[in-house]
Nanobody
């Protein structure tokens, strides 16, 4: 089982990024996939999720700016991030979850928003 994030980088305020989460060993139709982030000195927080049925949910602080989507054939979940702000700077993590014991995390990808 693997969860691998990519797509992070350094951008300016107002820019966009697309993060990718590629999973192996399970499918995105069986597991809920979540994007989380952790800024230095802060707790890890939920950003967005997409469940096995394709229903999505977002944290209030990203509603209207971020969109989660998936390509089940590619076992990939995307996080489209628009109008990025400096406070979006964090390491972004992806996880796949089906139960308390079936939970897999990736290694994270850094997003830095700075002028």
């Amino acid at each position: 089982v693997q969860v691998v994030e990519s797509g992070g980088g350094s951008v300016q305020p107002g820019d966009s990024l697309r993060l990718s989460c590629v999973v192996s060993g399970f499918t995105t139709d069986e597991y809920s996939i979540g994007w989380f982030r952790q800024a230095p000195g802060k707790e890890r927080e939920l950003v967005a999720t997409i469940d096995a049925d394709g229903r999505s949910d977002y944290a209030d602080f990203v509603k209207g700016r971020f969109t989660i989507s998936r390509d089940s054939a590619q076992r990939t979940v995307y996080l489209h991030m628009n109008n990025l702000k400096p406070e979006d700077t964090a390491v972004y993590y992806c996880n796949g979850r089906r139960s308390v014991t079936e939970l897999y995390w990736g290694q994270g990808t850094q997003v830095t928003v700075s002028s």
